[in-house]
């Protein structure tokens, strides 16, 4: 049998090593774009904040048992009736790699904002490991003073961190009410206070329209009469699928244009899957697909993939949306839906917000710890939760609390129930997870829910 | 309705409490022997560090809305018949309190164990607020230069943690093959090199048989030559369950003599309640009771059985057995089955170790996460986990996850599917739950076992 993937990431890689692990006698071949198998794309920001001084350590692994690599290998397009992909290597000859069975693992690349000036010199999306080499080689060259940093996701966040731990005065532009729109506004704002602590400035509601080059730096305007100068600008407002080669051969495409795919990581096509980026992440609280490219879930879809095409029925498990970043001291995770999300889909939402003590406040070093939890009135089942806090109140890890607790369906009352650890410096003898849980439930009047 | 609760510790301040949200026209009325409502026994430690100054703040609370409280009131007899308790105040005076509904919370107290000198001055158990006052003006008047602490559970090597802060040689006496018997002996070996590396002196396999007073201090013999004088001596080998109240008014008793109740936390009594560190209590995955004293469980004990006081039905869900205690840097905690205790209940366990990095590698800070986890080869259910690793390496929210599984009795292989927070400064993106749970798979063989 012979695997083809396609995309040497998170995906492709673990698809890889997972149809290894299960047949050994499987023929594995992995046809990569780039020379870097399997880098870490998120650790980018902590090798441009020095950080990460050798981008070498970014490398998920260097070995990869039983998956012959072709690095600097494009795919350029598929026939899935012959059952081959066309590449083409770095020296321009095209070759042809039959295959049983396929998986399209192709990534995200950033959407090319409609910035006038975008191309201009000092001016970078950042994703790719090639990205960051630019990035890098700008910094250490030009030693820029200043920098706008256009979006506020995690990477142009990421970014201003890392840009300001250089010594770089950072501005933000952010398109929406507050930056990190992945949480609720309100917890934006507290994030924004922790990014102006640190000296970085931030401007909401900003839709950047054009960089020019002057004698003083490039200077980029927008609206909200925002207008910066600047030695470097970063772009960084979002990833879209690269979903071309797979819907050329006849894949469906799905919301925001990526591939569509079942539960078994199967596109429409016979024998051909796809995983990662590049395709719709079925979401397990709204029951539906949805385009929520996640490192996380790359990793699960691609071994899903892999275990399918073995012929190990398996289907994935479905994404929460669990994520998690770290700006500064301060942590912001989230899980489930919130309010509004929840709203659209057709629960009847409640959200309360607390902030109890991450540890028992005799014991030095409590710090707050801010909880949004959303549940759902009628059934009395948690939704959703959003967490803030310093980086040492295992913020990240009380999120998978409740991303796990979702992933079973529970109500609210039943957190309660939980066998949480305890010990005065790490928590209180109700965790902060259940603390919020019964915040939750007075506030929702709904304390008989489940009983 | 007259809802009378003995014991003004966790279970009986939660149940309280409960009682009142749920039901605020009942009347709430409290006995406790001493003064202390609520107070956090398991912050005794902290205040003797020095780390907690002033032990007011370890009051768990100092409100107790609806709850009339009787301090320095005793419980001496139970009439389950004409259903009224007899009482002594302070001053010697008895008076008789008639309830509708009892609660039992009388907690437990410091196994005295069988040591000639066990009373001698500067010999001292540490379970009560008076325990630890008398200790405290002990540390302050005659600031020992050394001390010896007999048991090497958690209060022990708390303690030990405690007394090095404030510049007292310690030297731990352990009955066990290592210390901290809660975990296994590999892991106990561990926490020792962190103590050693503190300069606590540590002893296993001995028996304290006696203590004499010397010119010199504390003469400290046992088992093993173990010889040691010391200027004060902690004995902290275990609690037993204050069971006599409940016994002699007729309530049956179980292992180690504590009442037993059924999940509604009812007593053999009618109308009689008992919950927290005096009862049995239910394991979730044995499937029957044991004497597990821990306040999580008390509180929640304490929740149910008001509860069902009220009239509301509601089953205490049952412990895990999680835990998880400080010493100096380390984190151990541990939920769930060990291999023996799996064995012994009929469950056919399999024990994997591996060691793992906290978070991605190349982000500085990374450090050691061990796991051993516990899983039946037959079924490929997670049975139980154990962990260490650093202060900062979420261990504990860690094992919460592990706990949170086994509450929904998840096979190992299903904790891949968990959604769980991944940013590379805390974590991967297989979270080392999830690396632990893959190794236990390959370990044991049994990676087809959900597939």
């Given at each position: 049998m012979h695997f083809l993937i396609i995309g040497g990431s998170d995906a492709g890689i673990a698809a890889g090593l997972r149809a290894h692990e299960l047949d050994p006698s499987c023929e594995i071949t992995l046809v990569l774009s780039d020379e870097y198998p399997n880098y870490s794309i998120c650790g980018l920001p902590f090798f441009l904040s020095g950080e990460t001084p050798d981008w070498h350590s970014l490398a998920h692994r260097t070995e990869f048992p039983g998956i012959q690599l072709m690095p600097n290998h494009t795919a350029?397009?598929?026939?899935?009736i012959g059952k081959f992909v066309a590449v083409r290597n770095g020296n321009g000859a095209q070759l042809e790699l039959r295959y049983d069975k396929l998986l399209i693992a192709t990534g995200a690349r950033p959407v090319q904002p409609n910035i006038e000036g975008f191309h201009l010199p000092g001016v970078f999306p950042l994703h790719t490991m090639e990205d960051s080499f630019a990035v890098h080689r700008f910094l250490e060259e030009r030693q820029p003073k200043s920098a706008v940093i256009v979006g506020a996701g995690y990477i142009g966040l990421e970014m201003a961190d890392a840009l300001t731990r250089r010594g770089v005065h950072v501005t933000v532009a952010s398109r929406t009410e507050a930056v990190l729109a992945t949480v609720d506004p309100g917890y934006g704002k507290r994030v924004e206070v922790e990014l102006e602590k640190h000296g970085v400035e931030v401007w909401n509601q900003v839709q950047a329209s054009s960089i020019r080059a002057t004698r003083d730096g490039l200077a980029v305007s927008g609206t909200k009469e925002f207008s910066r100068t600047a030695d470097l600008v970063l772009v960084a407002v979002g990833v879209r699928p690269n979903s071309e080669l797979g819907a050329a051969a006849g894949v469906t495409q799905g919301a925001k244009g990526a591939l569509c795919v079942n539960r078994k990581m199967e596109t429409t096509l016979p024998d051909v899957y796809a995983a990662g980026d590049c395709v719709e992440t079925w979401h397990r609280l709204l029951n539906r697909n949805t385009y929520m490219p996640l490192g996380t879930t790359a990793h699960k879809q691609g071994r899903t993939a892999a275990e399918n095409a073995i012929g190990v029925h398996r289907e994935f498990a479905g994404s929460l949306g669990t994520q998690v970043v770290k700006l500064f001291d301060l942590i912001a995770a989230r899980t489930g839906l919130r309010e509004q999300e929840a709203a659209s889909a057709g629960f009847c939402p409640f959200t309360a917000e607390t902030t109890v003590w991450d540890h028992k406040a005799y014991y030095p070093g409590a710090r707050e710890l801010h909880l949004r939890i959303t549940g759902d009135r009628h059934t009395g089942k948690l939704l959703g939760a959003q967490l803030l806090g310093h980086?040492?109140?295992?913020v990240s890890k009380r999120v998978d609390i409740f991303a796990t607790a979702l992933f079973h369906g529970m109500k609210m009352e039943e957190l309660n129930d939980l066998d949480l650890s305890y010990t005065p410096p790490l928590s209180s003898p109700w965790d902060p997870v259940q603390m919020g849980a019964q915040f939750w439930t007075k506030a929702a009047g709904n304390r008989s829910s489940r009983l």
């Amino acid at each position: 049998m012979h695997f083809l993937i396609i995309g040497g990431s998170d995906a492709g890689i673990a698809a890889g090593l997972r149809a290894h692990e299960l047949d050994p006698s499987c023929e594995i071949t992995l046809v990569l774009s780039d020379e870097y198998p399997n880098y870490s794309i998120c650790g980018l920001p902590f090798f441009l904040s020095g950080e990460t001084p050798d981008w070498h350590s970014l490398a998920h692994r260097t070995e990869f048992p039983g998956i012959q690599l072709m690095p600097n290998h494009t795919a350029e397009s598929i026939d899935p009736i012959g059952k081959f992909v066309a590449v083409r290597n770095g020296n321009g000859a095209q070759l042809e790699l039959r295959y049983d069975k396929l998986l399209i693992a192709t990534g995200a690349r950033p959407v090319q904002p409609n910035i006038e000036g975008f191309h201009l010199p000092g001016v970078f999306p950042l994703h790719t490991m090639e990205d960051s080499f630019a990035v890098h080689r700008f910094l250490e060259e030009r030693q820029p003073k200043s920098a706008v940093i256009v979006g506020a996701g995690y990477i142009g966040l990421e970014m201003a961190d890392a840009l300001t731990r250089r010594g770089v005065h950072v501005t933000v532009a952010s398109r929406t009410e507050a930056v990190l729109a992945t949480v609720d506004p309100g917890y934006g704002k507290r994030v924004e206070v922790e990014l102006e602590k640190h000296g970085v400035e931030v401007w909401n509601q900003v839709q950047a329209s054009s960089i020019r080059a002057t004698r003083d730096g490039l200077a980029v305007s927008g609206t909200k009469e925002f207008s910066r100068t600047a030695d470097l600008v970063l772009v960084a407002v979002g990833v879209r699928p690269n979903s071309e080669l797979g819907a050329a051969a006849g894949v469906t495409q799905g919301a925001k244009g990526a591939l569509c795919v079942n539960r078994k990581m199967e596109t429409t096509l016979p024998d051909v899957y796809a995983a990662g980026d590049c395709v719709e992440t079925w979401h397990r609280l709204l029951n539906r697909n949805t385009y929520m490219p996640l490192g996380t879930t790359a990793h699960k879809q691609g071994r899903t993939a892999a275990e399918n095409a073995i012929g190990v029925h398996r289907e994935f498990a479905g994404s929460l949306g669990t994520q998690v970043v770290k700006l500064f001291d301060l942590i912001a995770a989230r899980t489930g839906l919130r309010e509004q999300e929840a709203a659209s889909a057709g629960f009847c939402p409640f959200t309360a917000e607390t902030t109890v003590w991450d540890h028992k406040a005799y014991y030095p070093g409590a710090r707050e710890l801010h909880l949004r939890i959303t549940g759902d009135r009628h059934t009395g089942k948690l939704l959703g939760a959003q967490l803030l806090g310093h980086r040492n109140s295992e913020v990240s890890k009380r999120v998978d609390i409740f991303a796990t607790a979702l992933f079973h369906g529970m109500k609210m009352e039943e957190l309660n129930d939980l066998d949480l650890s305890y010990t005065p410096p790490l928590s209180s003898p109700w965790d902060p997870v259940q603390m919020g849980a019964q915040f939750w439930t007075k506030a929702a009047g709904n304390r008989s829910s489940r009983l």
